[in-house]
């Protein structure tokens, strides 16, 4: 184990696997003479040269769908989409394409991308620069969409990306790329599609990923010290969504909150209470509440966006009434 | 536009008068005569393929969308006859000639046209996503413009892992005329160009993207032309010519191979019918319906070929024929292919197992229970 940044785990993750397998290739905007626009692949154009590091113009439907082509080739491109919003003017190469050739063509290609891409609001970069919409990609048959919450499963997901034979998109998130924890050592791979509990409990099941997780797993530790037992669910895959894990929990705790930062409608807290319904209906104390981002396009203004965004001061409003009543 | 190429003869013109004399002409002097007879054959089998299907949609065997390749037989059999076995070739969503001249069985193209197992794509692609790994046919592609950047990739897979030469692979990819007026289109050229990649762009045009006129569609009509904000070379050739189109790619992808030059080559192509087979095609005038079918490949190469004493009429009637046969076969051979089982809905879901994958019906109780 090492502490390290969520930022350096990622870039580890990357250079381990480019050193293992010659296909893994990196393509991107600004990823080699730029060293990324946030860092993650500093130093790695130096290491590995412009054959493995690839730098593109601004060409999302080009490099993503190129990516596409060459991991039908065998080839194992790792995609840094600058941020989130910009997949957008991907999103046919991503879901048409990507998404749809392993099945489509009966099983005879397989499609071994990555896509790295961050998300998050919080940093006042307006209405098109801090978008959650990863909803818009878990929703796709065909992807697996995971968002690593802590540096340990950023580097075990992408690991596990990297690896994977499928279409993989890799959340990420600008808030979290300075945080700090513990990392094993060598290879670590986390595996796709299991949510984990990164705390235990007994009042209240918190479910979240990405940023939100972190945030749950700060107010329940903090409630520990009011007397409140909260148990947090890191999904950490989207698609595939853990819902036997999701379920275990809130039959043990009987309640439920959500945080997240999409939207709330439609969003991923929607699914998750869906799931908790049909998976734990009489064991439900109280409804499942749902913690999100308000339903407007992020403004800039600090005190607006503020507003928008959900926090932990909502988040902890949200539990005490959940358990307001309590039995 | 004025169409310079499409110059295709009639068979009034090239049929002689029985006991006229023939000789070779110089255009044809060069050529191996089976080479000459091999793409009557193919033109006339995917000929007759479509017809077929067309009639066999109308019966419902086919569903979803049904494209024909009727009057593009010349340009399918040239291109495919210039690319190597190494090559790859992605395809539009009006492919059925392409995977026929590119060796697929026609009962397998038939089987996914109906729909069953035996087809190509397992029965999970239909007429638009037909794909064969093992002749390098990386798919119809349904979204127009869509294939461009995956083949686009494949060319850099292929830089990423060879050098150039005579012997290196190269990529062609297929494209409509609509298709260059997509930001796909251009952002691949560019790509193409900057990263100095092995890859043939061709575009059929046909003149009709659906039933908008390419006049009325693209600032530059004359679209072997808009390779050049890239420095792309682009060449326009008759497509009802199957010698023009095979010597124009494979000039093209010479020197995709062995320069990494990116080409474009257009091939001046008509659609005998409508854009797909339910498209009555009322847009275009009866005057111009019979113009094009003037135009007609296939009996234009006919004659052509009886015209210089390579192919007797009776020879050419006798391949007609066993185009038909094969035909038949194949649908006898669709017809009597196996649905794909439900139990299989999931099979492709993913290539690499998943904790927690979906596998629920419609209706069915989600799984919230570990397994």
Redesign the interface.
Known sequence: MAEMSYRQALHDALRAEMLRDEAV?LIGEEIGVFEGSYKITAGLLAEFGP?RV?D??I?E???????????????R?VVEIMTINFSLLAI??IV??AAK????????????LVIRTPGGGGQQLGATHSQNIEVYYAHM??L?VVAPATPADAKGLLTAAIR???PVLVVENLALYNTRGEVPDGPHLV????AQVTKAGRDVTVVAYSRAAAIALDVARRLEEDGISVEVVDLR?LR?????????SVRKTTRAVVLEDDWLSYGVGAEVAA?IQ???FDYLDAPVRRVAAAEVPLPYSKPLESAALPDAAALERAIRETLDGRR | MRRRAGQGRTGEEAGEAPGAERAVPAELAGEKPEVLVGYYRQMALIRAFELRAAEMYAKARIGGYCHLNLGEEATVVGLVDALEARDYLFATYREHGYALARGVEPGRVMAELFGRATGVSGGWGGSMHLFDAARRLLGGYGIVGGQLPPATGAALAIAYRSEPGPQAEAVVCLLGDGATNTGAFHESLNLAAIWKLPIVYVCVNNGLGMGTPVEAASGEPELYRRGCSYRIVGERVDGNDPLAVRDAARRALEAAREQRQPRLLEAVSYRLRGHSVVDPARYRSREETERLRALDPLPAWRSRLIAAGILSLEEAQRIDAEAEEAVSAAVAFAEESPDPPVSELFAHAYATPVANAPRALPGDPLPTERP
Do not use: W, Y
């Open positions: 290739f054959r690839r593109t113009p060409s439907a080009g490099f993503v769908g190129a990516a596409v082509g060459a991991a039908m080739l065998g080839l491109p046919d190469q048409n394409h050739v392993h099945a489509m063509f009966g099983g005879q290609a397989t499609v071994p048959p065909g697996k994977d034979d499928d595996e796709i599609g299991t895959s595939p969504l853990d819902r036997p894990t999701i379920c275990a799931t049909e998976g734990a």
